[in-house]
């Protein structure tokens, strides 16, 4: 029994502060463990992009593209939701707003890229890759901050499909 009641005390010690109520430090501390995080996630996505792209030439940009970008998603929401935000609220909201996240930015960067890539000589889609990664960073970290992990926004939205 003591050690039931313990798991729960440890589950509340990972519950992420509110964005608010974190010091400048912690803050800080937050974007250097998303950065090293969306960093090991761009090496994925850039490897698995390279190989079905560029050095192999089996798939054209943006199926490439697409592929990578599933895969450092799976990496990056994994390791960000446990070590950067301390988020043990609920796990599959937070997936499911981390795919509406990416039902918009996907279509933009794949169909937005692969228009820049058809300018570019064949050999380049990894700057274009490149280009779409760091908006990714940015706006990804915004979301994941402000929305995804946020425990006030993740608990109004499980209050609107709570039967009443």
Same mark, same amino acid.
Do not use: H
């Given at each position: 029994m003591e050690e039931i009641s313990n798991e729960v005390d440890n589950?509340?010690?990972?519950?992420? %502060?509110?964005?608010?109520? =974190?010091?400048?430090?912690?803050? !800080? *501390?937050?974007?250097?463990?998303f950065t090293a995080f969306s960093i090991s996630a761009g090496v994925i996505q850039l490897v698995s992009d390279g190989i079905l792209c560029d050095w192999t030439g089996w798939l054209p940009w943006w199926p490439a593209y697409l592929i990578s970008v599933i895969l450092s998603v799976?990496?990056?929401?994994?390791?960000?939701?446990?070590?950067?935000?301390?988020?043990?609220?609920?796990?599959?909201? %937070?997936?499911?707003?981390? =795919?509406?996240?990416?039902?918009? !930015? *996907?279509?933009?960067?794949?169909?937005?890229?692969?228009a820049i890539a058809a300018q570019l000589p064949k050999n380049l889609g990894l700057l274009v890759t490149f280009m779409m990664m760091v908006i990714n960073f940015v706006t990804e970290f915004i979301w994941d901050k402000f929305i995804v992990f946020n425990r006030k926004v993740t608990d109004k939205i499980e209050n609107l499909f709570k039967k009443k």
């Open positions: 589950e509340k010690q990972v519950a992420p %502060a509110e964005p608010e109520n =974190l010091t400048k430090k912690q803050q !800080f *501390i937050q974007i250097l463990k799976i990496w990056n929401f994994t390791f960000n939701r446990k070590f950067t935000f301390k988020a043990a609220n609920n796990i599959p909201l %937070a997936m499911g707003l981390v =795919l509406v996240y990416y039902c918009a !930015f *996907i279509p933009v960067s794949v169909f937005g890229g692969d």
